[in-house]
């Protein structure tokens, strides 16, 4: 294993987000909009991390092919991820119609970015960027919704998300703890970790509401 502390980091991330998928799948209200999204949220992210953390332990050397395969996954699965964030914040707080004009505009910048990380800019700085716009929206639609309801696990999401941010501008600027020092791509997944706890909260509660309306 090339990078195991990044590698090892990223899988346990994949779990996480694969449970959490898996809770709200079989526990959310499949009535609410939002249920959709929350589960491509976290499915997304699991699938990603996967394959960050196999390109990192298995494919860092040697197949050049087989790494350009896992990380063009990865990127597309973020981009998936900030589609997710979109629908959600668009589903959780706009009128039906709006969130459709919403989805529509996010699909097609969607596809936009897709065809840039698979054949213009394959870099993760790119997924990064894609996904801080949406992650701020649906941070104001957490913290919105909080104003209304003062509910802890809507401050809690909405603390969450801001973090998501901080940790990837941490891992832009190669920020590392030690000792022992963790690599910088290690202490983003750590903060990760954390923070999409707190998304997942926020996300359980939510979908327990019954239909017909959050307020």
């Given at each position: 294993m090339t990078e195991p502390d990044v590698?090892?980091?990223d899988y346990a991330l994949s779990i996480e987000?694969?449970?959490?998928?898996?809770?709200?799948?079989?526990?959310?209200?499949?009535?609410?909009?939002?249920?959709?999204w929350f589960?491509?949220?976290?499915?997304?992210?699991?699938?990603?991390t996967f394959a960050g953390g196999t390109v990192h332990g298995l494919?860092?050397?040697?197949?050049?092919?087989?790494?350009?395969?896992?990380?063009?996954?990865?990127?597309?699965s973020g981009g998936l991820a900030a589609l997710a964030a979109w629908g959600l914040g668009a589903a959780l707080r706009l009128s039906a119609a709006a969130a459709?004009?919403?989805v529509t505009f996010a699909t097609g910048e969607f596809f936009l970015y897709c065809a840039l990380v698979l054949f213009v800019v394959p870099?993760?700085?790119?997924?990064?960027a894609n996904y801080a716009v949406p992650a701020v929206f649906l941070a104001l639609v957490f913290h919105s919704l909080y104003r209304h309801m003062k509910v802890r696990e809507l401050r809690l999401g909405t603390a969450g998300l801001?973090?998501?941010?901080?940790?990837?501008?941490?891992?832009?600027?190669?920020?590392?703890?030690?000792?022992?020092?963790?690599?910088?791509?290690?202490?983003?997944?750590?903060?990760?970790?954390?923070a999409l706890l707190?998304?997942?909260?926020?996300a359980r509660w939510l979908l327990r509401r019954r239909a017909g309306g959050l307020f």
């Open positions: 590698a090892l980091t987000c694969a449970l959490f998928a898996a809770i709200l799948y079989f526990r959310g209200d499949r009535s609410l909009p939002s249920w959709r589960i491509l949220f976290f499915a997304s992210l699991s699938l990603a494919f860092l050397e040697g197949d050049p092919s087989a790494h350009r395969a896992l990380a063009a996954l990865g990127l597309v459709r004009l919403v870099d993760l700085s790119l997924a990064l801001l973090l998501t941010l901080l940790a990837a501008a941490g891992q832009q600027k190669g920020i590392a703890l030690g000792p022992p020092r963790l690599d910088p791509n290690a202490v983003y997944h750590a903060l990760q970790a954390v707190m998304v997942f909260l926020a």
